[in-house]
């Protein structure tokens, strides 16, 4: 490698989705395997790497960089880690390159992820890195040639090319002037692999005679003016934010309900609209777009004042009404309170008459019930007496008779069963006879 003329090198960068074949071709073209290569679409190159060899002649030299599109990364990942390799890539070649060799699969529809990976690449090289610089390396030439409907038609790949309606597809080739290399990195066939090297090395070298190398200083000055974009881009969406805002709030402060609940979403309101007019002074002093609409703003807090206005105005104007209401209602509950208690008041006295009727009643009952139960025991006393009078004479009588035992003791046994006095005297006599 001591013979390698570095300063006469033609120096190529490789670029492209992960998973096109970049890293193989770039393999090919160095005739040995210095890149790592991936089957799919996880990029195995992290970062920048280079090689150099010798062809007919020509010195060559390599750089290849992460592929775009790893389904480990998003967009943004994709993007910064590529950023951060092309800046390697351009230290390591600080004179710039001859070309950029932009590879592609034959099988792959060029789709809107291949207009993503466009974007972002002329967002990291410049809008016209393809016209300038750019060839189309397409893998998978393999394919190409066993594809049973270009095998039957016997279409060449420069015929196959012409041929395409593809119209991103035709866009991009129209940009690089149809500078396009079919590629089989698969084939074995020496003269095959010279062949496909020996038409790039051509189109190289036609750009070489340009004299229009990619340099560091584009690099550069596409970074500059991807910072001013981004500058632009976010003074747009900082302007977007501010009039999306100041229209979602109009309408919550044009159809807020006048009463305390919207009174209440008003407040709520007001502070999501001072914290707008912070975000809108704040974005204003590096933007003079915001600054112009700044006065979208402060017609909003004009507006939200008068409807809060309004809205207080209603809420004093039916307070008046409510207390008027509340007096009423409280005169006529007054009323029926005062009515109540005169109706109870009756109700009671009412109630107190009966009760003393229904008592003077009982007492009346009670006073009969006793007269007669006295009645009732002067009859049985007086009874009583008559039958005691009744055998006082017997007995006398038969005191004075000889059988006086024999006839005195029936009488006090009918008498004992008639009179419980009578059967004291009966024992009595008894006890006095023996």
Known sequence: MSSFDFDNALDMLLIGRSGGGKSAAGNTILGRETFEMSPDVQSMTEKAAFDFCEFEGNHLKIVDCPGLGDTRLNYKEDETQ???????????????YHAILYVIK???????????TLSILKGLL???????????IMTRGDCFETNPTIKKSKLSFDEWIQRQTNENFRTLLEECQHRVVLFDNRTEDPEKRKSQKRKLVQFVRGLACKGQRYTNEDFIKVKKMRKELIKSKNNEQELQVIVDQVGIYSSKVANASCDKEGARALEMVSKEIDNLYSYAKNASMNN???SK????VLDLQEALQKKQKQIGNILDSNNDVLKEKIAKLEYELAKSQ??????????????I???EQELKKRESEIQKLERESIILREKEMADTK?????LESRYLQAKKSESSKSLIEPILDYAASVLPVAGVVSGIYKWWTK
């Not at 590529?82 to 710039?96: F, S």
């Not at 034959?106 to 993503?116: A, G, L, S």
Request: aromatic residues 8%; positive net charge.
């Open 126 to 136: 410049g809008e016209h890195f393809i016209k300038n610089h750019c060839i189309l």
């Open 386 to 390: 008559k039958k005691l009078d009744e």
């Open 82 to 96: 590529l950023a951060t390799a092309l800046h390697v890539a351009m230290a390591y070649n600080p004179k710039g």
């Open 293 to 296: 609409q700044m006065g979208l």
């Open 338 to 351: 005062q009515f109540q208690t005169q109706k109870l008041s009756r109700e009671d006295s009412n109630s």
């Open 353 to 355: 008459k009966e009760k």
């Open 106 to 116: 034959f099988e792959d529809k060029f789709t809107n992820v291949d207009e993503k």
């Open 288 to 290: 003079k777009m915001i």
